[in-house]
């Protein structure tokens, strides 16, 4: 190879990185009426210090090989990238080391550019967000009022402003007060004292999902405690949220996950009263055919009830109890084998039976699912077995299993637990409530118009979905724009004065009494009404981290836009979100807010679509790997040595080890960054190897040196276009012209399909087909042109090698003629098979009609030494493919031996 055909990838790759920068290559133009459209989105990542190991392009690289390819391919695309650069990590490092969040927030999204960067990643920078910029969170704070300032028609079945509420005269008439009050029991955003998970140490409320054993990630205590909290009230759009998964191009695994947590359950809402007093328990039940089974009430330790309820006895018992499950987070309440619970000295009538049963405070009870209270059916329920036996309670069966089962005599006499199906025993206490041997969907269907009719019970939905709890006690967030005036009124800060932007403080140490660090901001906290000279204070939370990633999407239509959160005319020019990937770990939490936000936008007319993003994606996990000991101990792969004859040795304990996949971290030294793969092997190499890794969805196992492949690859392809552009030749040979064809139209397929891995292995069969060659320049052009999305560097160096002027991305995607496919083939194989088993293959003519199909068939089976004599044609079975019409396979009926 000489010198002028050398392909020296980091000096090219250098080239084109610059020439991309300095001419806004990717730069998305705002669509015109008539122009197709694509927006294609990255879950935006949070910007964290450690920066991007190989992993997590994986996402990126292929939205950005399909972004590429749509561009070519006639559409507007928006394709931008952002930072959720608001959160926790870059406040605890703040504490740590007094650096401002913004100053170390914007060092980490310099580096992170800058890998992106180095792997060709094609945004249109131009629009890049920050959710910590004011620019940006005006408009989360923007949408956060307008979320205040609404209420929930459950008749229109829509979110609609708070001046169309209407206000009863009587409670007009008490005042403002009474107004708010009536206001707030409707409005989308409310304050309400809800316990939390509390830590003094990070000073926030955190997540169930960030408590383990009762402890933060990093080791310190949390505690249950309750705190006002400003709430969301996502559960009025619980059943829409749950509906409109339906038109969704989603993994149905994700459906199911966004269904689950909704967690949609018909049931019955009943009254249990409490012995002597004029107190009732409420309940919620999907089993109220049991209720004739119920031996006792569990409450949960936070219920509003457990100190009316616990008599003076039990109050020392109570509180301790209380103050345990205080420590545990609802995760570790939930997953305890072992149920526990402290009697509240209390009991409640059975509203069927009229036996009175004990109430239990139980931690296993959570105070926001459901009512907070549960009755106890241990006959039927594993989790109240378990309750019942360990305190010695009544377990009486009302379901009968029935004779096949093996286990009915254990069940009847209370001895084991049944959850499957069968039919009710006698109705209790004479009732007539319903015959024995009816099933228990019968009698669930009796007991609750018995309930109905006596009032106490009513048929409901219930969902696990429970409002979400919005506020955060930290600095680096959103300040809430809410005002809280001496009268006791609240408004938000009026909208031509937003952004409120956050105050400089001295420390960033929570104030540890639940208020955030902006409490010590004084002079921004307190404010004065200069109409009425009212004083007020400022609401000290910051919003949760998910409030900026709720509408990023929106923002990156219309990212300069001073006066709106986004052009209503662009809003809907780029709709919804052709295609959004990111990773699976993302699946509930942030795509629920995302969407429910969304569908408030759309009742309050500030976008024009009912949701978000139309096809989802999750990127799979890439693995690297560590070791493993025979305790099942993970070990770093720094510690670890391999031995001639393949085995692997811990060097600090000389134990044999191990080879096992692993997640990518720190703790392991199994980190691999893209810098040090691109600086080996370029960034078009570490493209093709890792989409040809597999598919988008598939786990991946990191091994640098496999990249070597792909570079090796590339080096042939460079050769190969090169040589042909040094080289041209005159006219197309048949071969070639039918190659390109095949490589045209599957390419376009894959890329359609997001089916990345199989459009290199496109690639690489052209390369195969017709490398050693004569090429015309027309066939060099369009190869290097459906090289372009996958190895961008190169196709750039190669277009302009050419002759033509960057960039190779402005250039039109090639098409192809499928019939010019077909017309290219001269001969098909066809199969042969002998009652049903595969015999052999033959050749023909892609137009032969059966006639002639069966013929040749039958004439090669007597080669064979088969006998064909007499056999009935009607029998030989031609089978054509669906699609072209040409023959697959002929069946040929069992022939004896000639």
């Known amino acids: 190879m000489t010198e002028q055909t050398a392909y020296e990838f980091n000096a090219l790759e250098k080239k084109w990185r610059a020439y991309w920068q300095q001419n806004h290559t990717m730069k998305t133009p705002d669509p015109k009426p008539g122009d197709k459209t694509f927006y294609v989105l990255d879950m935006f990542p949070y910007p964290s210090g450690a920066g991007l190991h190989v992993g997590h392009p994986v996402g990126y690289l292929s939205t950005d090989i399909v972004a590429r390819y749509k561009r070519m391919a006639g559409y507007k695309v928006l394709h931008p990238m952002g930072w959720d650069s608001f959160g926790l990590p870059a406040e605890r490092y703040a504490m740590k080391t007094g650096v401002h969040p913004q100053v170390s927030t914007q060092d980490n999204i310099a580096n992170y550019k800058r890998q992106m960067d180095l792997l060709g990643l094609g945004y249109d920078w131009d629009r890049e967000i920050q959710t910590s910029s004011p620019d940006y969170y005006h408009w989360t704070q923007f949408i956060f009022s307008r979320l205040y300032n609404a209420w929930y028609d459950h008749d229109a079945q829509k979110a609609r402003p708070m001046d169309d509420l209407p206000i009863p005269a009587e409670v007009e008439a008490q005042g403002k007060l009474a107004v708010q009050d009536y206001q707030d029991e409707r409005r989308l955003v409310y304050y309400e004292t809800a316990p939390v998970n509390w830590c003094a140490e990070l000073g926030t409320i955190l997540a169930n999902e960030e408590v383990f054993d009762g402890k933060s990630e990093q080791g310190y205590e949390v505690i249950r405690v309750p705190l006002k909290q400003v709430k969301m009230r996502i559960t009025a759009y619980a059943e829409r949220l749950i509906n409109d998964l339906d038109g969704l191009d989603w993994p149905e695994g994700i459906k199911d996950s966004q269904r689950n947590w909704i967690g949609r359950s018909e049931g019955v809402q009943l009254r249990f009263k409490v012995q002597g007093s004029e107190q009732e328990v409420e309940t919620f039940t999907t089993r109220v055919d049991t209720l004739g089974g119920v031996t006792f009430l569990a409450v949960a330790p936070e219920h509003a009830l457990v100190d009316v309820l616990t008599a003076p006895e039990q109050k020392a018992a109570v509180d301790a109890y209380r103050d345990e499950a205080a420590r545990k987070s609802d995760l570790d309440r939930t997953k305890d084998a072992e149920k526990t619970g402290a009697p509240t000295g209390s009991f409640a009538i059975n509203p069927v039976t009229g036996r009175a049963v004990p109430i239990y405070v139980a931690d296993y009870v959570l105070p926001d699912y459901g009512t907070g209270a549960v009755m106890g059916v241990p006959a039927h329920d594993e989790r109240d077995f378990t309750f019942a036996s360990k305190y010695g309670l009544d377990i009486v069966p009302v379901i009968d299993p029935g004779a096949d089962a093996p286990e009915r005599e254990s069940v009847l006499a209370g001895q084991k637990c049944w959850t499957e199906d069968g039919v009710m025993l006698a109705a209790p206490d004479q009732s007539e409530l319903y015959q024995a041997g009816v099933r228990w969907r019968e009698a669930r269907e009796a007991v609750a118009d018995h309930l109905e009719a006596q009032g106490v019970g009513k048929r409901v939905i219930s969902y696990n979905l429970r409002d979400w709890i919005f506020a955060r006690q930290r600095y680096w967030g959103e300040p809430i724009p809410i005002i809280h005036w001496e009268d006791g009124t609240r408004t938000t800060v009026p909208e031509d004065q937003l952004p409120l932007t956050l105050p400089h403080i001295d420390t960033y140490k929570p104030t540890g009494h639940g208020e955030s660090p902006l409490a010590r901001a004084e002079d921004w906290v307190e404010v004065i009404d200069p109409e009425t000279g009212m004083k007020g204070r400022r609401d000290t939370n910051t919003m949760p981290q998910w409030a900026g990633s709720c509408w990023y999407y929106l923002r990156f239509k219309d990212p300069r836009n001073a006066q709106a959160m986004v052009d209503p005319e662009l809003e809907k020019a780029w709709g919804m979100v052709d295609l959004y990937v990111g990773g699976a770990e993302h699946a ?82 199994n980190v691999v960054t893209p810098d040090d793969v691109v600086e080996r092997f370029g960034a078009d190499a570490f493209r093709v190897h890792m989409m040809f890794m597999g598919p988008v969805e598939a786990m991946r196992e990191w091994e640098t040196d496999k990249v070597a492949s792909a570079l090796k690859f590339l080096r042939r392809v460079w050769r190969f276009a090169t040589e042909g552009l040094a080289n041209p030749a005159t006219e197309e040979s048949k071969p070639v012209s039918l190659a390109l064809t095949k490589l045209v139209l599957a390419i376009t397929e894959d890329l359609d399909n997001l089916r990345l891995n199989t459009g290199i292995a496109e690639l690489m069969k052209f390369l195969n087909a017709v490398e050693g060659q004569p090429v015309t320049k027309a066939v060099l052009d369009q190869f290097i042109t459906v090289l372009a999305p996958f190895a961008p560097f190169m196709a750039e160096e190669l277009w302009e090698k050419a002759g033509h002027k960057p960039s190779v991305f402005d250039a039109q995607w090639p098409t192809a003629n499928e019939a010019d496919l077909d017309a290219a083939i001269e001969e098909i194989e066809v199969v042969i098979q002998e009652g049903g088993k595969r015999r052999d293959t033959i050749k023909l003519a892609p137009d032969a009609d059966d006639q002639t199909v069966r013929d040749a068939s039958l004439a090669r089976l007597a080669e064979m030494g088969k006998s064909i004599e007499g056999v009935d044609m009607k029998r030989v079975i031609v089978v054509r493919d669906k699609k072209s019409g040409r023959v697959k396979l002929v069946n040929v009926p069992k022939l004896d031996q000639a």
């Open 588 to 669: 509930t939490l942030h795509l629920l807010y995302a969407r429910f936000w969304h569908k408030i936008l759309f009742d309050l007319g500030l976008v024009s679509t009912r949701e978000p993003f139309q096809k989802l994606v999750n990127q799979g996990l890439l693995t690297s790997h560590a070791f493993k000991n025979d305790r099942g101990i993970i070990l770093p792969v720094d510690e670890v040595v391999e031995r001639e004859d393949g085995t692997f040795v811990h060097e600090p304990s000389g134990d044999v080890v191990e080879r096992v996949g692993a997640k990518m971290s720190k703790s392991l030294h």
